[in-house]
């Protein structure tokens, strides 16, 4: 597998992860840099855990027609209940984002 490796003359404020939410940001969440893996491809290390909330959450200045998808998240679904599967069409709601630098994680 392929290592990727940032150059030494490149910011890490200026390289990160974007993460999207649909309405106004209003969830809270955690990231972590996967660190290592193992010799097949899972991980086998992460960074420390780090808190995001709303308030990292902008505007992007788009809006985005959606549909949420969905398995029945019973306590011991079928393979059927199991499936992933569109459950409601949204109207079109502003797209929030926040943009996490590799330098903050």
Do not use: C
Request: proline share 5%; charged share 10%.
């Amino acid at each position: 597998m392929p290592v990727s490796v940032i150059p030494s003359n490149i910011s890490l404020n200026k390289l990160g992860a974007l993460l999207l939410d649909r309405g106004i940001g209003n969830d809270n969440y955690k990231i972590a840099v996967i660190t290592s893996l193992d010799s097949s491809g899972n991980v086998s290390g992460i960074g420390n855990l780090i808190s995001r909330n709303q308030t990292n959450f902008s505007s992007t200045g788009y809006n985005l027609a959606s549909t949420v998808f969905q398995n029945t998240n019973t306590a011991n679904p079928s393979p059927t209940d199991n499936q992933i599967r569109p459950v409601e069409n949204l109207t079109s709601q502003t797209i929030s984002g926040d943009f996490v630098t590799f330098s903050s994680i």
